[in-house]
């Protein structure tokens, strides 16, 4: 039968009608059930039938979650198109299994353990309200009303209201997305679309949410973003306000997420929690990129970013999730000057739960399993002489490092290293700042770092440099100095092929008789091994991707390339490379994106070079799922970050890119132009800064392979709580508030491998 297949939240009333009218069919359906042979499990395998009142559930998620172990641990199956599952290899313990699908609620919770056969009966939403508990938080977040497109261009407050630098719709959705307010949250989840009683009492909604931006250690940084989305009618903060008060009186998503399909239902996914509620992550390191069998079944280590000096550690194998504390020098500056507390949250009161002087942002790890943090370890403004003009460090020579820019220090992070083998901490200094990181394909073992301080013009852009650290020269001489070097980026607007001395500053009438500097930091970087080239994204709307070629002697030789991202493309922050030199971009337009500079048709230098327009042709778009906010066409996502699967390690393919679906509770991979979801239907709340594959036994399959991701939003307490009272909402007291979470996802041959 295909009714249970079309079985979504919004058919449920005029489904139970149909069952009512249809008692036969149902007693047929109800017989099919009884008829499907059982799956065949082992003996640390859960198996079983899912069915409904409508028969069997095909492509809904069985959970099986236990506290017994060293952390939370929860491994998620779906059922295949008989209702059956396996949800498979499961640790000794005792686990409490239940089914949630899109179109019902959450089934009682059964007690069970490993090698046990339990069918599970779903249980139809009782009501489209009930059922919509349950969907991703972009079905809620698209009912957010934007301005409409006649008020664009914006000509301030003595004209149409909004602010003249949003010259677009486009500016403003890249600001409320993953470059304002969506870099930091998932919008939408059931923390964020209803005002917490906790916050107080207010005479409208749109002062409690006017409070609610002011709270807690991010408060500063929230009032910042919405006083510049305001216009005289009361602006972004007006259109929460709506948006709150619309779904308080009862109004719904217009859509529905469709249940897993095909492929998705192959997809395991297995959930851990490291740290604690307080503190936020970034992301995570597993293996070496270039080989990803280094590390094998060994620990995963996070990165904390503002929030705490400890960064968490977790045994995938026996469950259990410890701390690490790297060094700083004892001048290096606290985040919580910064981040200092002024209204109360909620959840934490007045306490300032952010203080790191570490601020590790992202990290990697090298072929001998040594951990790279791009992390601070000193003051920003206490800048080594080898920085400095006179110093007889090449790059140095050609661009130093040394003073603050309108007030703007270079060196906000350098590098922190931990070897697990001698269990020791390393700094080395770095001349420029660090913020991503990866290594080259060479014999140096070149890590190459973004620092993401030039926006086009904006303050601090003098100091847009790319710096590189020589590895292997550190690790034989443990000099930092003579190993590191950086450049600015430079383009080739005189088109003879080489760098030159002499350029053209930013901002300057261009002299085409000279290369010109480009006002544009990289904030992602990766390497490409077809080329050896470097590549990194800017921010600056609408998006610019940069290329770097090192050339034979950077930094003398070091030249750039710059791409625009086109209509209906914008909106960029992470970005990554295929083997083949393929760029691959999620944007704000609710698309991933390639770049193949193969497809260029004219001269990539010369003038004008440096405007980022020569190649338009190079770039294609992939629209990703999900619904738009109200007045917009593109899916209401925050695609942060991207990976390429380089070596096929999940099973999907080789080079196939996963885009981090922060507003889908999802992965997104592209594969042959069609998107696959790889969904964490529990907790709801992943929001993804990072991923990285791993291949912990070539021989084992897909049990020797997995991809690894963190939920990285800075609200890990929003993330759903054990027991918690509605689907998604945070637990009713801070010990049941929920850690950040490490998720792992494996893919089978089939929904019920064992």
Not at 36 to 61: M, N, Q
Not at 74 to 79: D, E, G, S
Not at 129 to 140: F, K, L, V
């Amino acid at each position: 039968m295909t009714i249970r297949n079309a079985l979504y939240a919004g058919l449920l009333m005029g489904m139970a009608t149909l069952a009512a009218g249809f008692p036969d069919e149902l007693k047929a359906q109800q017989s099919e059930a009884q008829q499907t042979p059982a799956p065949a499990i082992d003996d640390d395998d859960i198996g079983g039938i899912v069915t409904s009142r409508f028969g069997p559930e095909a492509g809904v998620w069985v959970i099986a979650e236990t506290t017994d172990l060293g952390t939370r641990f929860a491994k998620i199956a779906v059922t295949d198109e008989r209702g059956r599952y396996v949800v498979p290899d499961l640790p000794k313990a005792s686990y409490r299994v239940w089914v949630r699908g899109y179109g019902l609620v959450d089934s009682p919770k059964v007690s069970t353990e490993p090698g046990k056969m339990l069918n599970l009966t779903a249980v139809t939403a009782p009501s489209l309200a009930a059922a919509a508990q349950y969907y991703p938080a972009i079905y809620w977040a698209s009912m957010i009303k934007i301005p409409e497109q006649g008020r664009f261009p914006g000509t301030g407050d003595k004209g149409n209201g909004i602010p003249e630098y949003f010259k677009t719709p486009q500016h403003w959705l890249n600001f409320i997305k993953t470059n304002g307010c969506g870099n930091c949250h998932q919008i939408g989840n059931y923390a964020t679309r209803y005002l917490s009683p906790k916050l107080g009492d207010f005479e409208s909604s749109e002062d409690a949410w006017s409070h609610r931006l002011s709270v807690g250690p991010a408060g500063h940084d929230m009032v910042n973003f919405i006083t510049r989305l305001m216009t005289p009618e009361g602006g972004h903060l007006k259109a929460l306000a709506d948006w709150t008060d619309r779904i308080e009186k009862g109004e719904l998503p217009s859509r529905s997420p469709p249940r897993p399909v095909g492929v998705e239902r192959d997809i395991v996914v297995t959930v851990r929690d490291w740290l604690d509620p307080k503190h936020y992550l970034h992301d995570l390191t597993t293996t070496d990129r270039r080989n990803p069998t280094v590390n094998a079944y060994g620990p995963i280590y996070g990165n904390t970013e503002l929030s705490s000096n400890a960064q968490p550690v977790l045994d995938p194998v026996g469950n259990t999730k410890t701390t690490i504390l790297p060094p700083f020098r004892p001048d290096t500056p606290s985040s919580a000057l910064a981040n200092q507390v002024v209204n109360p949250s909620p959840y934490w009161g007045m306490e300032q739960t952010w203080d790191s002087n570490v601020n590790a942002h992202t990290s990697v790890m090298d072929q001998d399993g040594r951990v790279y943090w791009a992390a601070q370890n000193r003051s920003p403004s206490d800048i080594p002489a080898y920085c400095k003009k006179g110093s007889p460090l090449r790059s140095a020579q050609l661009y130093p490092l040394d003073v603050p820019h309108q007030g703007f220090f270079q060196n906000s992070r350098q590098v922190t290293v931990f070897d697990p083998k001698t269990q020791k901490f390393t700094m080395i200094d770095t001349c420029f700042g660090t913020h991503h990181l990866n290594f080259a394909e060479d014999a140096d073992n070149t890590l190459w770092f973004s620092n993401n301080t030039g926006l086009g013009g904006a303050p601090g852009t003098e100091l847009a440099v790319v710096g590189w650290i020589n590895t292997k020269k550190f690790w034989e001489t443990g000099d930092a100095a003579q190993s590191q070097g950086w450049t600015p980026l430079i383009v080739d607007t005189n088109s003879n092929g080489k760098r030159d001395e002499g350029y053209n500053e930013p901002g300057q009438p261009p002299d085409y008789s000279k290369d010109t500097r480009l006002p544009y930091a990289m904030y992602a970087i990766s390497y490409s091994p077809a080329d050896r080239a470097i590549w990194g994204s800017s921010l600056a709307h609408p998006g610019y991707i940069i290329r770097l070629d090192p050339g034979a002697n950077p930094p003398d030789t070091a030249l750039a390339e710059i791409y625009k991202v086109p209509l209906p493309g914008f909106g960029i922050r992470g970005m990554d490379v295929d083997r083949n030199g393929v760029a691959w971009l999620p944007l704000d337009s609710g698309h991933i994106a390639s770049f193949d500079r193969r497809k260029c048709k004219g001269p990539l230098n010369g003038p004008g070079a440096e405007k980022g327009e020569k190649c338009p042709e190079g770039f294609s778009f992939y629209a990703l799922p999900g619904p738009g906010f109200q007045g917009d066409p593109g899916a209401a996502e925050n695609p942060y970050y991207l990976w390429v699967d380089w070596f096929n390690i999940l099973g999907l393919g080789s080079n196939v890119p996963f885009e981090t679906g922060n507003q889908s509770d999802s992965l997104h991979a592209l594969v042959d132009g069609h998107i696959i979801e790889l969904r964490v239907p529990y907790p709801m709340g992943f929001f993804d800064k990072g991923l990285e594959g791993r291949i912990d036994d070539p021989a084992a399959g897909w049990k020797g392979r997995e991809l690894w991701a963190t939920s990285g939003n800075r609200t890990p307490f929003h993330i759903e709580a054990i027991d918690a009272p509605a689907p998604g909402a945070p637990g009713a007291t801070p010990a049941t508030y929920s850690s950040p979470l490490v998720v792992e996802f494996q893919l089978r041959p089939d929904p019920l491998a064992h």
